[in-house]
């Protein structure tokens, strides 16, 4: 079996950019575009990541004055990094294994 990154198609190898896979289930088509098979994103590590990013985000809000640039600043880093986190987070499976 071959061993391919978390952005890599687990069947042909083709490897997706980052903006796919961070838009990866919002996307309608979700067959590989080097060998057509069907693919999907583990939904365990998206349902972590979400878990993770709400409970990282409350203690942000509480504790940054968003009415300062510094603040909104702060916000925008978090985000960055959690999608950062996003995109290394997802993992492509071959839908409906046989």
Avoid: Y
């Avoid at 903006?19 to 069907?38: A, Q, R, Y």
């Avoid at 985000?57 to 940054?64: G, T």
């Avoid at 950062?84 to 987070?89: F, T």
Wanted: glycine residues 6%; aromatic residues 10%; positive net charge.
């Amino acid at each position: 079996m071959k061993n391919f990154d978390n952005n890599q198609c687990p069947n042909c190898g083709h490897r997706f950019s980052n903006m796919e896979m961070l838009f990866w289930g919002l996307s309608k088509t979700s067959n590989c575009p080097g060998c057509e098979i069907e693919l999907s994103v583990n939904k365990d590590r998206i349902l972590i990541l979400w878990v993770i990013g709400i409970i990282a985000i409350i203690p942000i809000k509480l504790n940054v004055n968003l009415d300062s640039l510094q603040g909104w600043v702060i916000f925008a880093i978090f985000i960055v990094i959690f999608c950062m986190l996003a995109i290394r987070m997802q993992k492509l499976e071959i839908k409906n294994k046989s």
